[in-house]
Each structure stands twice: as C-alpha cells, then as structure tokens.
C-alpha cells in the first residue's frame, strides 16, 4: 500500500473486458514525506477520488483483487481517499 496524488483523468476509446465502467486516474506516487516519487502512473478508481486528492493504493496482485470481478490485469487501484496523515 502507498500514498499518491490525483493529478488527473485518463479517457479511453476501449478498455478491457471487467473495467468497463470503471475511470481511470493518473497518479502521482508519494513517499512518506508526501514528497513525489518515481513517474505518474494510471490507476483504477475504486473510491471515486478526485483531482488532488490525497489517495492510498495498492498495486500487483492485490491491486487485481480490488476490483469486481477479480483479476482483471490491472497494475494499480486506488482504495482509499486519505483524510489525514500523522507522522
């Protein structure tokens, strides 16, 4: 489980049986000091967070379990909108 940043939206013309219906966001990754981390990357909404949220997400396998049904091939899914952080 990490932290990212909603920076935006990804529109597709066509999208793989099981994610149809589903949006998808670009995120930012974040370390633990909120500070950027590696490339944006795109991720299944499961919250329906919005651009600049604060957002917790999972990726590999369990990223695949997040969704219904199970084991669509995504790489990153989006949990959990963070209200705050404590450090």
Do not use: N
């Not at 990357?41 to 990726?59: F, K, M, P, W």
């Amino acid at each position: 489980m990490y932290l990212g940043r909603v920076l935006g939206t990804v529109v597709c013309e066509q999208k793989y049986e099981g994610l149809e219906g589903k949006r998808l966001l670009v995120v930012q990754p974040l370390d633990h000091q909120r500070e950027p981390m590696g490339s944006p990357e795109v991720a299944v909404d499961t919250v329906s967070a919005g651009r600049g949220e604060l957002v917790y997400l999972v990726g590999s396998r369990e990223a695949a379990l997040a969704l219904d049904p199970w084991f669509v091939p995504v790489d990153a899914a989006i949990v959990g909108i963070v209200d705050s952080v404590d450090v």
